[in-house]
């Protein structure tokens, strides 16, 4: 119907259709005291195919959010019983940032003194009721766009762009966030570095596309076998390090030579060839006091697994 009546609208739709597409993943939590009201927002966005929750109080609603950690919007009423909208915006900016999270707050004031209370209380938004369905959906839409925009960005400088794997930045900034608090803890972590045997060879008999390939596939080897909330990087070339938070020294030789193996077995297929390729891998698994210190101590392993004839992993 838009098509017909604007055809210069194909962008917005083709927009709106992409958008429609990927809301069932999208959770968003409405938080309203009236039956009646939380039924007409829930129904917009059901309209649009979103995941939605729903919560008639603040504290209902930060239970939800903690059971929820992926919510990516709250839509919060501002008169409520307990705790009123701007409460419950300021509660959860406690635990989630702008960047992750968007909360739009709705208000009847017609003087602005509310919308104002919740946008310095860390609200992304805010809307004044009555609202039209079209500007709820702006709202919406927007939000959530900017909340892609900023993964995006957020990606482009902490992963690496052949491998999707993070970057070597990424991997000292969180990195050490990790060794301090395993210090603080006295948790145990471990650090590996991964090298790829004799890649030089692959890269002459296949070419340097064909090798990319390759890193991409060991790549998806490494993330597979690891947990998410180990880090694993790319350092450079056919090179990676990965670090993996509690673990035990054990642990860390099994998941390791786990990876070792897998890479081994796998025949990747590019262009019609069937290559095979073996990795080394150096773990460190004590707690040095460093990071640092690991990395070297990891790298140092790592040279004694090829000089004892590659494919090992030594610990
Ligand atoms: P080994 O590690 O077993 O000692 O031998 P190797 O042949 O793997 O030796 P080395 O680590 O010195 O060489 C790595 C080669 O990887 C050198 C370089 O040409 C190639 N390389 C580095 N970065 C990339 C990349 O991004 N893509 C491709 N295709 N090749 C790369
Ligand atoms: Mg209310
Ligand atoms: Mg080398
Ligand atoms: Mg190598
Ligand atoms: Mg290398």
């Known amino acids: 119907y838009l098509l017909k009546k604007r055809p210069e609208s194909v962008d917005y739709v083709l927009a709106l259709i992409k958008h429609v597409m990927e809301a069932e993943n999208v959770k968003i939590l409405i938080v309203e005291d009236s039956r009646l009201y939380r039924r007409s927002v829930r129904e917009l966005l059901e309209v649009r195919k979103y995941h939605v929750l729903s919560a008639a109080t603040g504290n209902e609603a930060l239970e939800i959010i903690r059971k929820n950690p992926d919510i ?19 509660q959860i900016r406690k635990t989630h940032t702008r960047d992750e999270m968007a909360i739009i707050g709705i208000s009847s004031d017609e003087d602005g003194v509310v919308s104002a209370q919740f946008i310095k209380s860390g609200a992304s938004d805010f809307l004044n009721k009555p609202f039209l369905a079209e500007e709820f959906y702006c709202r919406v839409t927007q939000n959530l766009d900017l909340l ?4 995006e960005v ?3 400088s902490s992963k690496d762009f052949l491998t999707g794997l993070y970057n070597r930045r990424y991997f000292f900034d969180l990195g050490k966030k990790i060794h301090a608090s395993a210090l603080r803890e006295k948790t145990k972590i471990a650090v590996a570095t991964v090298d790829i045997d004799y890649f030089k ?14 890193i991409q596939s060991v790549s998806n080897i490494l993330a597979n076998a690891c947990r998410e909330t180990d880090i694993v990087s790319r350092f450079g070339g056919e090179e990676f390090c990965i670090l ?11 998941l390791f030579e786990r990876v070792r193996q897998t890479i081994q077995d796998s025949v990747i297929q590019v262009q019609g060839a069937d ?15 460093t990071l640092d210190d ?11 697994a090829k000089n004892q004839g590659r494919n090992k992993v030594q610990i």
């Open 275 to 289: 290559i095979r390729v073996t990795a080394s891998i150096g773990v460190c698994s004590t707690l040095l006091k």
């Open 154 to 156: 957020k990606d482009l």
């Open 294 to 304: 690991m990395i070297v101590r990891s790298d140092q392993m790592l040279y004694r």
């Open 148 to 151: 892609d925009y900023i993964q």
């Open 201 to 214: 060879r692959v890269n002459d008999t296949h070419g340097h596309d064909v090798g990319d390939l390759v």
């Open 72 to 90: 990516r919007m709250v839509i919060t009423d501002y008169y409520m019983k307990e705790m009123d909208g701007v409460e419950l915006t300021s």
């Open 244 to 254: 993996t938070p509690n673990i035990t020294p054990a642990d860390s030789l099994k």
